[in-house]
């Protein structure tokens, strides 16, 4: 497995909850496809919103890969990357998809790197992995012996403030 940029692994748990969200509960398939039909169009005509996961759920659905791994060595930088190379490692069918792809590398290439990344990890999700930050990871290692040697016990005279027996 690769570690891929800790933003790509959160994009693509957005992406899956965006996903839900506009399938809903119970699903429903037209709505979805109104939405990726519509948001396909606008791409395609050099518009649509600059926004990462609209980018990648215009594409998960028609994207295709050539070449995983570009792909996965490109996910290792978020903000720098190679869009060229990206958009060479995959593809979309001809027609509307293939004219928004064509439309995000001319006029969205860093963006569209990103949402095409994006995307990759999401439908393939076993070929990456990204850092562990449960508190079960977090506490590896850690023995639980919080406290400070001799320095964690209160003053005298912090502890006689509310000490009200005590002398006055």
């Given amino acids: 497995m690769r570690k891929v940029h800790p933003e790509f692994a959160y994009q693509s748990r957005e992406l899956a909850a965006q996903i839900d969200g506009i ?14 039909d519509a948001l396909m169009s606008e791409y395609a005509s050099g518009g649509g919103i600059e926004d990462l996961n609209m980018m990648a759920f215009a594409l998960v659905d028609v994207i295709e890969f050539s070449d995983p791994k570009t792909i996965l ?31 995000l590398e001319e006029n969205h290439p860093d963006l569209g790197r990103q949402a095409i990344i994006t995307a990759f990890l999401h439908k393939h999700p076993r070929l990456w992995d990204d850092d562990d930050v449960s508190l079960d990871q977090l506490a590896e290692g850690d023995d639980g012996d919080d406290v400070d040697d001799e ?5 005298d005279d912090f502890a006689q403030m509310f000490d009200q027996e005590g002398e006055k």
């Fill in 23 to 36: 399938l809903g509960d119970p699903p429903d398939r037209k709505n979805y496809q109104r939405m990726l």
């Fill in 73 to 103: 060595t490109d996910a290792d930088d978020y903000e720098y990357g190679d869009p060229a190379r990206v958009f060479a490692a995959a593809s979309c069918p001809d027609g509307t998809p293939a004219q928004m792809y064509a439309a």
């Fill in 151 to 155: 320095d964690s016990g209160v003053s």
